[in-house]
């Protein structure tokens, strides 16, 4: 079946904006995380869900980032007054079940670009 | 909060060479350790994971990994290296019974010529 996708792929912004970076998981899966992942580094936490509540938010950087996921399905990553240290790759994964035991299915990213 | 360390940024190895990919993790209960890869241009995809038992865990395309408990080690291993092997390699780890979310190694780059 399909995997995670991700819209937009690449996305240039200029410094003040606003962006909203969407997340489609595989269907039937009730776990969605967001990761972000700078140059040279590992991909870092942001934050999880588990159907429509946001379980675990505890790698949101600041109050600029938010993120819903009203149906249990789609999931929209908002950042607000876009800075340059925000460059980086947006990455989502979902999993079945959420389980500390489950597989992370991770999508091909969002590249976005402060200017 | 528990981190992850990978010591080797960069690996350059011929194909045919054995691979050894250290990862170490600091966090004093159990976990659970993935070790995931990222060809290029493509996504990242899991190439084996521990939880429990046998501390020799096989994955995909002939990668295998011991988890050491004493050590604090996850290290990744494969005896012949291939050139579609290149890619870049991420350990993480979660702690068991906690939220899944995964705390990643910054990743070692593995370049094999032919």
């Known amino acids: 079946g399909a995997g995670v996708s991700q819209t937009p792929s690449n996305k240039v912004t200029e410094k003040g904006k606003y962006v909203e970076l969407r997340c489609d998981p595989i269907?039937?899966?009730?776990?969605l995380y967001w990761y972000r992942q700078s140059l040279g580094q590992g991909p870092e936490f942001l934050i999880y869900?588990?159907?429509?509540?946001?379980?675990?938010d505890s790698g949101l950087p600041n109050d600029r980032f938010f993120a819903v996921r009203p149906e249990g399905s789609v999931s929209t990553l908002k950042i607000q007054r876009t800075e340059r240290g925000d460059s980086a790759v947006y990455l989502c994964?979902?999993?079945?079940?959420?389980?500390?035991?489950?597989?992370?299915?991770f999508g091909p990213g969002t590249r976005l670009t402060v200017l | 909060a528990q981190s992850v360390s990978q010591h080797n940024h960069h690996v350059i190895l011929s194909e045919a060479a054995s691979l050894e990919l250290g990862c170490n993790y600091s966090?004093?209960?159990?976990?659970?350790l993935f070790w995931y890869v990222q060809y290029p241009g493509q996504h990242l995809q899991l190439l084996l994971k521990y939880f429990s038992g046998d501390p020799l865990v096989k994955g995909i395309k002939g990668f295998e990994a011991e988890f050491i408990k004493s050590k604090f080690s996850f290290n990744l291993r494969k005896p012949s290296v291939q050139w579609s092997d290149t890619a870049e390699y991420f350990c993480a780890v979660n702690p068991t019974g906690t939220a899944s979310k995964l705390t990643f190694g910054t990743g070692t780059r593995l370049q094999v010529t032919l």
């Open positions: 966090y004093g209960g159990t976990v659970n």
């Open positions: 869900f588990q159907g429509t509540g946001a379980a675990d």
């Open positions: 269907s039937g899966h009730t776990a």
């Open positions: 994964a979902s999993s079945l079940v959420g389980s500390a035991a489950d597989t992370q299915y």
